[in-house]
C-alpha cells in the first residue's frame, strides 16, 4: 500500500511538469494560432513563468523515484527561484496599458514568430528562452548523472523482455526532449552569430522536440502498469522487533514483537514526541541532522532532549540516529535493494552522509560489515 502511494505521489510530480509543458502548447495554439489572446491581451506572458518548473518538477519525480520516497522537501522550494524573478521581471510589462499589450498580442498574432521578441520585462524575453533550455539540459544531465553513480547498467537492463523499467523509458523520452531544445538553441545561437542559418531548421527541431513529449504523455496516460521492477524476496535473517529498530538476537522468531518502549513505566510525552518523529515522520533520513535541527523540529530545548535521549534510549543522539539508519539500510537490503544499487546508494538512501560513516556504523551495530551482512542475506535466499 505504501509503494503505492508513493508511485501515484511520483506520478502527480510527472503529471505536473507535462502539464506544465501541455498547457503552455495549448495556450500558443489557442491565443496567438487561433488569435484568442485578442479578447484577453493581459494574459500576454502570464504563463511564461511557470515553465520553469517543468524541468525542477521532473528533477524531484525521478529523485523520489529513485530514492523511493513521495516527498517535498523544505530545499524544494529553491526550485522557485527562477520563476519568482521572472515574474518580478514581467512588472514593467503587467503595469503596461490594455492598448499597449493588445497591440503586442497582435503583433504575436499576425506573425507567431515575433513571440520570441515582444512583450519582455526588464530581462529580454529571449534570455529566458535560453535559460529555460540550459536549466533543463542541467538538471537532466545531473540525474544521468545520478543514475549512472547509483545504477551503472540502469538503461542496459531497462527494456529487457518482461522487465521494462517505466523510469527508464520516461528518462529516454525525456531524454529526447531536452536534446532538440538544446541543439534548437545551439542553432539560434549560431545564427545569432553569423556562424551558420537557421532559417527552417529550427522550426525541424522544435517540432522533434514536440515529438519526444508526445511519446511522454502517451506512455504516462496509457501506459498498463508503471511500477518498479519486482523486488525479489527471500528468506530474512532472524531478527527481533525492538521499538521498530531490527536489532539481532540468537535463536530469534521471526516477526516475534517485543516492546521496551516504556520498559515497564509510563512513557514520557517527550520520548513520545522523539518515538513519533523517528518512527512516523522517518527524519532520520535526512542527511546531516543534528541534535540542535531535531530539537528545533520537536520544538524542545537541545538539552532537555538530549537528556531525555540519554536517559531513556541509553544512547546519544548521533547512537539513536545510526540505530535508525541502520535498521531502515536493513530492510531495503531485505527488498532486494542491491540488487540494482550500489552500498554508496544505499548509504545515501538511509541518511548518511559517506559511504565511510555508513560502513563503520553498521559494523559498530551489527557486528559485520554492510557487503558481508549482504552476502550472508544472499546466502539464506538460495
Known amino acids: 500500500m505504501v509503494k503505492d502511494i508513493s508511485v501515484r505521489s511520483n506520478d502527480r510530480f510527472l503529471d505536473s511538469s507535462l502539464f506544465l509543458y501541455n498547457f503552455f502548447l495549448m495556450v500558443y495554439f489557442l491565443w496567438i494560432e487561433a488569435g484568442y489572446i485578442l479578447d484577453m491581451p493581459s494574459m500576454l506572458r502570464v504563463m511564461s513563468p511557470l515553465l520553469y518548473l517543468c524541468a525542477p518538477l521532473f528533477y524531484v519525480y525521478v529523485r523520489n523515484s529513485l530514492e523511493k520516497t513521495r516527498d517535498w522537501r523544505r530545499s524544494d522550494w529553491l526550485h522557485f527561484i527562477p520563476v519568482v524573478i521572472h515574474y518580478l521581471d514581467l512588472i514593467p510589462y503587467f503595469l503596461e496599458p490594455s492598448t499597449f499589450k ?7 498574432v499576425a506573425d507567431p514568430l515575433q513571440i520570441d521578441s515582444i512583450a519582455s ?3 529580454p524575453i529571449r534570455f529566458h528562452y535560453v535559460f529555460r533550455i540550459l536549466l533543463q539540459t542541467g538538471y537532466y ?7 549512472y553513480s547509483l545504477k551503472p547498467r540502469f538503461f542496459q537492463d531497462a527494456f529487457k523482455p518482461n522487465s521494462v523499467n517505466w523510469l527508464a523509458v520516461v528518462m529516454v523520452c525525456m531524454g529526447w526532449v531536452v536534446i532538440f531544445q538544446f541543439s534548437f538553441l545551439v542553432v539560434e545561437l549560431l545564427s545569432v552569430f553569423r556562424l551558420a542559418t537557421s532559417e527552417g531548421f529550427d522550426s525541424l527541431l522544435r517540432k522533434l522536440s514536440l515529438v519526444g513529449l508526445f511519446f511522454l504523455n502517451v ?3 496509457f501506459k498498463p502498469n508503471h511500477q518498479f521492477n519486482s523486488i525479489k524476496m527471500g528468506k530474512i535473517p532472524a531478527y527481533r522487533q525492538v521499538d521498530s529498530l531490527l536489532v539481532p538476537v540468537d535463536g530469534a522468531v521471526i516477526g516475534e514483537k517485543v516492546d521496551i518502549s516504556s520498559n515497564g513505566n509510563q512513557v514520557s510525552p517527550i520520548k513520545k514526541q522523539i518515538i513519533n518523529l523517528l518512527e512516523n515522520e522517518k527524519v532520520y533520513l535526512e542527511g546531516g541532522l543534528d541534535l540542535a535541527q531535531f530539537s528545533k523540529l520537536l520544538g524542545i530545548q537541545k538539552n532537555q532532549v538530549s537528556h531525555v535521549i540519554n536517559g531513556e534510549f541509553g544512547k546519544r543522539f548521533n547512537e539513536l540516529l ?7 539500510a536493513i530492510h531495503l537490503i531485505q527488498q532486494g535493494y542491491l540488487d540494482n544499487y550500489t552500498l554508496a546508494a544505499l548509504a545515501e538512501q538511509s541518511g548518511f552522509n559517506s559511504r565511510i560513516t555508513f ?9 559485520t560489515s554492510p557487503s558481508e551482512f549482504w552476502k550472508g542475506f544472499q546466502e539464506n535466499i538460495h
Open 322 to 328: 545510526n540505530q535508525y539508519r541502520i535498521n531502515h
Open 102 to 108: 493588445l497591440e503586442n498580442a497582435a503583433l504575436a
Open 121 to 123: 520585462g526588464w530581462i
Open 141 to 147: 544531465s545531473y540525474l544521468l548523472y545520478w543514475i
Open 359 to 367: 560502513f563503520n556504523a553498521f559494523k559498530k551495530e551489527m557486528g
Open 219 to 221: 506512455y504516462i496516460n
